[in-house]
């Protein structure tokens, strides 16, 4: 049903009290799951997905028999010298308010799984792991806009943790413009991480760039807008997944500050400098 | 699954090394597509596009059905695609592989979801008769850019398609034949068209359209942007790859504004040569009953 969000124009705030260029809050955590090799916890806003890393490993017998389509390959076959990631992605059927069920040939979230394959294989030096499989699962808690945001950002959360060297974060946020497509006024404003009510209403793009800089790997938009709301869309956007980046690395900080303290690894030579308080 | 062989490794440097330098293996330029043809069956709502080696068979169809429960005011609308191993031995029936998931994703939120198609105009009585367009993608020779060239032959086969005519009285609800009556046009909104850049090298710093599938193969990226004539964008997909400055990505969207207005007077003139071929002796505007009523698509 859609919303008015016709109000933004009197007080300049957002359905939920936000500005045009505030983020929800976010929450993160890693290491959440003990018996994974890598694991991560995200909130962005209502929005809470789960991921688990397992890899490198070498491949299962699966391969072959159901890959790519199925397991959303990314980066290259088994058999060839980089490892291949494999996204899955489950979606509760508890996650949104009208629990749709949904199979595992939805093309939606296979699609969702192949993005987010290609967008980490070409971030994780995959190279350096050949004849080897990693795998990345997705649990999708809570959906409440900005999903496939969040996914990546949970990803690669869970991928530092597991340890797998990779260029930068790839962080990943959401923007929108306000007013529909068919209004032609130039006075929108952009809109930063939409939530559901949001993303139903307005155009809005996901953006997933790499670490500090303004290059984009992923970019999805599924809305029809004027290609003139583009550019402020997009640059909202990179800037978005910047503070993204600079909460990730605080939480990873953080981690490695409490294992440090706790003695559950060395401190390394280049942490000399690090404020352990 | 049988793979398809990859090109080795003398043929993807020699392909790189080249597109460094600006040369493409066929002689075009970076921003140039391969000719683009489109002939139109005998029946309403056939396509047959060719890009370069590229060709697309679309068909539409019409039905009538009884309209989803939660949509009684909504017809259906529906594009099938299949990639058969007549394309490449890597395709199998009934296995989808990636290629034809993203692609028929791709097509369903350029054509379906951008709401080029009027689907309220296909219900004939609320929630008990509606149409059901149906649109099967046949590709019949894969070289590269599968995704514009069958969104084009969509949107042609679309656009050609003619629906048996309706009418409604004292309850009854009558469809007659293409004899009665002139079979009428589907109510269209607006065509989009696909527009896919790959890119090449570390950075992502080359950036080619419509790619042949030699390229495709060693291009490290690509990006799919729909967009109609009035400058809307409908749909992009960058579905990760290799990072690409924002900035260039805004040029390429400017640049695929052009190509797609482009197209999309290519297929305005196909369809009225197709519509002159029809009309011998200019009969089709008495015998069809129908108001003209969107002038401009």
């Known amino acids: 049903m859609p919303l008015d969000t016709s109000t933004y124009g009197l007080a300049l705030l957002r359905v939920d009290g936000r500005r045009w260029n505030e983020l929800r809050r976010i929450h993160a955590q890693i290491r959440t799951q003990a018996a994974a090799d890598g694991s991560s916890y995200l909130e962005m806003g209502h929005t809470k997905v789960m991921c688990v890393v397992t890899g490198p490993s070498e491949p ?29 992605i489950v979606i509760a059927g508890f996650s949104s308010v009208d629990r749709k069920r949904r199979g595992r040939g939805d093309k939606r979230t296979l699609e969702m799984q192949s993005t987010l394959a290609n967008t980490l294989a070409a971030t994780l030096h995959t190279h350096l792991f050949p004849h080897s499989q990693i795998n990345i699962s997705l649990h999708v808690l809570s959906q409440d806009g900005s999903l496939l945001a969040a996914l990546i950002n949970a990803a690669t959360l869970a991928c530092v943790d597991a340890g797998i060297p990779m260029t930068d974060y790839v962080t990943a946020c959401t923007a929108g413009s306000t007013s529909t497509y068919a209004a032609n006024d130039e006075g929108a404003d952009p809109l930063l991480d939409l939530n559901h009510q949001e993303e139903q209403e307005l155009p809005g793009l996901t953006v997933a760039t790499l670490g500090d800089s303004d290059r ?27 503070q993204v980046r600079e909460i990730l690395d605080q939480v990873i900080k953080a981690q490695g500050q409490k294992m440090i303290l706790e003695g559950t690894v060395d401190k390394g030579t280049g942490l000399n400098d690090m404020d352990l308080d | 699954m049988p793979r398809e062989a990859e090109p080795s490794l003398n043929e993807k440097q020699f392909v790189l090394q080249a597109l460094q330098d600006s040369i493409r293996l066929d002689g075009r330029e970076l921003e140039q597509y391969r000719p683009l043809e489109l002939t139109f069956g005998d029946q309403y709502g056939v396509a047959d596009v060719t890009l370069g080696k590229t060709r697309v068979l679309a068909k539409a169809s019409a039905e009538l059905t009884v309209p989803y429960a939660d949509r009684p005011l909504d017809g259906i609308f529906n594009i099938a695609t299949e990639l058969s191993p007549m394309t490449s031995p890597a395709f199998e029936v009934n296995r989808p592989t990636e290629t034809e998931v993203l692609i028929s994703r791709l097509l369903e939120k350029t054509v379906r979801r951008s709401g080029a198609l009027d689907t309220e105009s296909l219900c004939l009585v609320a929630g008990q008769k509606c149409w059901s367009i149906r649109v099967d993608v046949h590709v019949l020779s894969h070289d590269g850019n599968l995704i514009d060239a069958a969104c084009f032959a969509v949107v042609a086969a679309l656009r050609h398609f003619r629906k048996p005519d309706t009418s409604m009285e004292g309850g009854v609800l009558t469809v007659y034949t293409p004899a009665e009556r002139e079979p009428v046009p589907l109510s269209w909104l607006h065509s ?20 042949t599938w030699m390229e495709e193969q060693v291009s490290s990226g690509s990006c799919t942007i729909s967009l109609n004539k009035h400058g809307e ?8 790859g290799v990072p690409v400055e924002a900035v260039s990505l805004l040029q390429c ?23 002159k071929r029809r009309d011998k002796g200019g009969l089709l505007a008495e015998l069809s009953a129908e108001n003209d009523r969107v002038p401009d698509i």
């Open chain 2, 233 to 240: 964008i409908c749909q992009i997909a960058k579905l990760g």
């Open chain 1, 216 to 242: 984009v790997v992923a970019l999805v938009c599924e809305s029809r807008v004027q290609i003139s709301r583009l550019e402020g869309m997009l640059a909202v956007g990179v800037d978005g997944c910047k």
């Open chain 2, 253 to 275: 969207t400017n640049v695929a504004l052009i190509k797609a207005k482009d197209m999309s007077s290519k297929l305005d003139r196909w369809l009225t040569e197709d519509a």
């Open chain 2, 192 to 211: 989009p068209f696909c527009v896919t850049w790959s890119f090449f090298g570390e950075d992502g710093d080359i950036a080619v359209l419509d790619a």
């Open chain 1, 60 to 88: 299962g017998p699966r391969r072959g028999a159901a890959g790519g389509a199925a397991g959303g390959g990314g980066g290259a076959g088994g058999q060839s010298k980089d490892a291949e990631v494999v996204v899955n």
